[in-house]
C-alpha cells in the first residue's frame, strides 16, 4: 500500500481501482488539457504511439496558437506532420465535455494551485469514473491538488511528470498519495511504462519532487561556483560536459535550453516551499543570471542566455563583465587528455587536479554529491530512484549515489558506507538494504555478454536460442573483412536465431568509405566489384537465415543495406535510416538498388519519388518516416520505447523465417520519362543527376533481379572512376560534410 486508508474505504475503492485497470489495459484515448510548450509536447508523443488524443486549452484561439508553435518546434515533436492532423483541439470554454469517454485526462496547465483545484472542480462532474487522472505538475504537491475532490477522484489522481521535450526525454516521474492503492500504483506505471513508452521513476510528494528539487539546485550551484572562481562560461562547460559523464551541453548551455525564467520559477517556488532546507541559500539568483533576466536573455526561446549566435559566430557571455564576446576556446588538459578514461578514474583525477578542473570540481561536484545524501531520505523511496532520474531526466552517466561509491564516500562524505552492493542498495535512511532492479527487459546490447568471436564478428547470448551478432567497428561500419567474418560465421551456423545488432550507440554509419576511396587511388576496379559482390551475397546470405536486424541511432549505406536483407526488421523509433550513397558520389551497391527497385515497382509515381529520393542522399529521421519511403517494409516493426529494443528484437527473433523475394515486375515504358522529369528538380546540382541516371538505368532498365544486381555494381564502378566521386569521399571523410559538385 502507498498509504493507510479505513477498511470501508479500501473496500469502495478495490472495484474502483480495479476497473482503472483494466481500462488501462486497452484505453486508447487521451484528453490532454493545457496546450503550452508541455502539453503540446505530451499531446503529440501521445499521437505519435497512436493514441487518439484531444488537446484543450483556454480558448480556441489559444489552442491553435499553442499547437501551431508545437508544429514548427524543433527538433520536431512529431514523427511525420499528418500525425498532427489528428489530434482534435478544443477549448475549455466551449469544449470541456470532450474529456467524457477518455481513458486518460492529463492536465498541463499553469503551475498555480487555484487554477488547476478550480479546472478539477469541473472536471469531477464530466470524467468517467473509472478514468486516469493526472496533472504534469513539475513541483506542486499532489496531495494537495486534490484536497475538496472525492475519494473516487483521489484515488485515481496521479502526479505524472513528463520532461521536456517529451518524445525525446525517456524519463517520467510518477508521484501517488496516500489515496492510491498499491495496485492503483501497479497498473498506472505499467500503463506508463508499456503503453507510453517512458521510463517510470516513482517519487515522494513533496516539492520539486526529485528532478526540480535536485537538478536545479545543482544547476544553480554551477553558476555560482563558476562566478565564484571567475571561470568562463566555456571552461565550466568542458569540465561539466562528458567529462563529468553529463551532456556536450555542459551546465551553461543547459541553463539557455531549459531556460532562465523556467529556472528561476521553478528556484523560487522551491525557495519558498523548503523553508527547512539548510541548502536552499543556493538557489538565490547569481549576479549573471539578474543581469540576462533583466534584459530579456532568458534561453534559447529569446535568441540569446549564456550564448549568443549571430551568423556563424557564437559569443560567450562574460560572467565577469556581463557583455557578449568571441568564444574562446579553453584550455584545459585535465578534461582533454583524460576523456576517454573510465568515469570512475576521471572522477578521481578531476577532483586531485591543482588547477581551475579541479578548484571548479571540488567546489561543485563534493557539495552536489552531499546535498543529495542530505535530501535522499526525504524525496525518494530508493538511492537507485534518485540515481535514475539524474540519468534519464539529465543525461548523467551515473547518479550521484553511483558517484559517491566511485570516488569513495570517506572523501565525499566524511564517513563509511557503500551505497550499491552485492547485498542490494542502501535504503534512503540508512536502516537496510533492498534489492537492486535489473529488470532484463531494459537490458541494452552492451550488457549481454560475448560468448564467442569470429574475426571482427562478436557474439553475445541473449537468452531463448537467441544469439545477435554484430561488428566489433566503430560506429558499426563494414569493413570487406567484416563482410568476410560474417560470410564465415553464418556457413557455420546456418540454423541458428540471430538478431544483427551493434553495442555502439549506432547500428551503423555503412560502409567503409576509406577502402573505396584507396582503392580508387590504386585503381583497384577488380577489389572495389569484388567487395561489392562480396558485400550483395551476404545480403542474399542473410534473407535465407532466421536473422532480425535492430536497428537504432543511424542505419545508413552498407549497414542498411544488410539490415533490410534480413527476413525482419525492428527499428528504434528516432533512428535515422536511409541510402545517402550519392552524398558521397555512388549508389548503393550492396543490393540497395536493387531492393528498393523491388519495393516501389507497383507504380511509376513511386519509382519516380524513390530514385529522386536516392539521388538527394536521403535519410529518414525516425523508423516512421523510413517505412513511408521503403526503407522498412510492411512485417517491419517499429518500437518506441527507448530501451526496449533488443528485447523485441528477441522476441522477433523466435518466430523469425526467411522471406522469399518479391516478384519481378517490368516497369511501363513512359517511367523513364517521369524520373528525367523528376531529375529536373533545380536543387540537384549536375552531378546529382548524373548518379541520378544511374539509378534510373539500374531500376528501370533492369529486366531481372539478377541483371538490376549486375548493372548495381557496373553502375558503381563507372561512379568510382570518376573524380567528382573522388572528391566527394574525400571531402566527406575529412569533414563529415558533403560536397555539393
Not at 556563424?312 to 576517454?340: C, G, K, M, W
Not at 531492393?595 to 529520393?613: A, E, F, N, V, W
Amino acid at each position: 500500500m502507498k498509504g493507510s486508508q479505513e477498511p470501508f474505504a479500501v473496500g469502495i475503492l478495490s472495484s474502483i481501482v480495479s476497473s482503472l485497470a483494466n481500462r488501462l489495459k486497452t484505453g486508447n484515448t487521451v484528453c490532454v488539457i493545457g496546450a503550452g510548450t508541455m502539453g503540446s509536447g505530451i499531446a503529440a508523443h501521445l499521437a505519435n504511439l497512436g493514441f487518439n488524443v484531444t488537446l484543450l486549452d483556454l480558448t480556441t484561439q489559444s489552442v491553435h496558437a499553442c499547437f501551431d508553435r508545437a508544429k514548427a518546434a524543433k527538433p520536431p515533436h512529431f514523427f511525420v506532420r499528418g500525425t498532427a492532423d489528428k489530434i482534435r483541439l478544443g477549448s475549455i470554454e466551449e469544449n470541456l465535455d470532450w474529456v467524457k469517454g477518455a481513458d486518460w485526462v492529463c492536465e498541463a496547465i499553469i503551475e498555480k494551485l487555484d487554477a488547476k483545484r478550480s479546472l478539477y472542480e469541473k472536471l469531477e462532474k464530466l470524467i468517467d469514473e473509472d478514468a486516469l487522472i493526472s496533472t504534469n505538475t513539475s513541483g506542486l504537491e499532489i496531495s494537495l491538488l486534490a484536497e475538496d475532490r472525492s475519494e473516487s477522484f483521489k484515488s485515481r489522481f496521479f502526479g505524472t511528470h513528463f520532461f521536456n521535450p517529451p518524445r525525446y526525454l525517456k524519463l517520467l516521474e510518477l508521484i501517488d498519495t496516500p489515496h492510491n492503492t498499491q495496485e492503483d500504483h501497479d497498473a498506472v506505471a505499467t500503463f506508463l511504462e508499456k503503453r507510453v513508452a517512458r521510463r517510470v521513476v516513482p517519487a515522494l510528494d513533496t516539492p520539486g519532487f526529485i528532478a526540480n528539487r535536485y537538478g536545479m539546485w545543482s544547476m544553480y550551484h554551477a553558476i555560482h561556483i563558476a562566478e565564484k572562481l571567475q571561470l568562463s562560461v566555456e571552461q565550466v562547460d568542458l569540465i561539466t560536459g562528458p567529462f563529468l559523464g553529463r551532456p556536450r551541453s555542459g551546465s551553461f548551455r543547459l541553463n539557455d535550453i531549459v531556460g532562465l525564467d523556467i529556472m528561476q520559477d521553478i528556484a523560487r517556488n522551491q525557495f519558498a516551499r523548503c523553508s527547512e532546507d539548510p541548502y536552499t541559500g543556493t538557489l538565490t539568483n547569481p549576479k549573471s543570471m539578474d543581469y540576462l533576466l533583466s534584459q530579456g536573455n532568458i534561453g534559447n526561446k529569446a535568441g540569446k542566455g549564456y550564448y549568443d549566435k549571430i551568423g556563424n559566430d557564437l559569443l560567450s557571455f562574460d560572467l565577469i563583465t556581463h557583455a557578449y564576446r568571441q568564444r574562446i576556446e579553453p584550455n584545459l588538459p585535465t578534461v582533454t587528455d583524460n576523456l576517454r578514461k573510465p568515469l570512475a578514474e576521471r572522477l578521481r583525477i578531476g577532483l586531485e587536479a591543482r588547477d581551475e578542473v579541479g578548484e571548479f570540481m571540488r567546489l561543485y561536484l563534493l557539495p552536489t554529491l552531499r546535498y543529495a545524501d542530505y535530501l535522499k531520505g526525504s524525496i525518494c523511496h530508493a538511492v537507485q530512484d534518485f540515481d535514475r532520474v539524474m540519468q534519464w531526466g539529465f543525461g548523467w552517466e551515473a547518479g550521484p549515489f553511483e558517484m559517491i561509491d566511485m570516488i569513495g564516500s570517506q572523501a565525499v562524505l566524511g564517513e563509511a558506507k557503500q551505497f550499491y552492493s552485492v547485498e542490494g542498495q542502501l535504503s534512503p535512511n540508512e536502516a537496510e538494504r533492498s534489492i537492486i532492479l535489473r529488470e532484463p527487459e531494459y537490458r541494452p546490447l552492451s550488457d549481454y555478454p560475448v560468448v564467442a568471436s569470429q574475426g571482427l564478428v562478436d557474439v553475445r547470448d541473449l537468452g531463448d536460442g537467441v544469439r545477435s551478432i554484430e561488428l566489433r567497428t566503430k560506429m558499426g561500419s563494414v569493413p570487406p573483412q567484416g563482410v568476410e567474418d560474417l560470410h564465415a560465421f553464418l556457413d557455420k551456423e546456418p540454423d541458428g536465431r540471430f538478431v544483427l545488432a551493434s553495442s555502439t550507440k549506432v547500428f551503423s554509419v555503412g560502409f567503409d568509405l576509406k577502402f573505396f576511396l584507396d582503392a580508387i587511388d590504386r585503381e583497384d576496379w577488380l577489389g572495389i566489384e569484388t567487395a561489392l559482390e562480396r558485400l550483395q551475397s551476404l545480403g542474399e546470405k542473410l534473407s535465407q537465415r532466421r536473422v532480425v536486424a535492430a536497428l537504432h541511432g543511424y542505419a545508413l549505406g552498407g549497414g542498411l543495406e544488410l539490415a533490410m536483407s534480413c527476413p525482419q526488421v525492428i527499428a528504434l523509433s528516432d533512428a535515422q535510416i536511409g541510402l545517402p550513397e550519392a552524398r558521397v558520389g555512388l549508389i548503393p551497391g550492396g543490393r540497395g538498388v536493387t531492393m528498393m527497385r523491388q519495393r516501389c515497382q507497383d507504380g511509376p509515381q513511386m519509382m519516380r519519388d524513390t530514385i529522386g529520393l536516392m539521388t538527394s542522399g536521403f535519410v529518414a529521421t525516425n523508423a516512421v518516416e523510413a517505412r513511408l519511403n521503403g526503407f522498412l517494409r510492411d512485417q517491419d516493426k517499429v518500437t518506441f520505447h527507448p530501451d526496449m529494443l533488443i528485447t523485441r528484437a528477441r522476441e522477433l527473433a523466435l518466430t523469425v523465417e526467411p522471406v522469399g523475394s518479391p516478384e519481378w515486375k517490368e516497369m511501363p515504358p513512359f517511367t523513364a520519362g517521369m524520373v528525367d522529369e523528376r531529375l529536373k528538380d533545380p536543387a540537384f546540382t549536375p552531378y546529382d543527376v548524373f548518379i541520378g541516371e544511374q539509378l534510373k538505368h539500374c531500376m528501370v532498365k533492369a529486366a531481372s533481379y539478377d541483371e538490376c544486381l549486375q548493372l548495381e555494381r557496373e553502375r558503381f564502378l563507372l561512379l568510382c572512376q570518376r573524380p567528382e566521386t573522388k572528391a566527394r569521399i574525400a571531402q566527406m571523410l575529412e569533414t563529415g560534410k558533403p560536397l555539393r559538385n
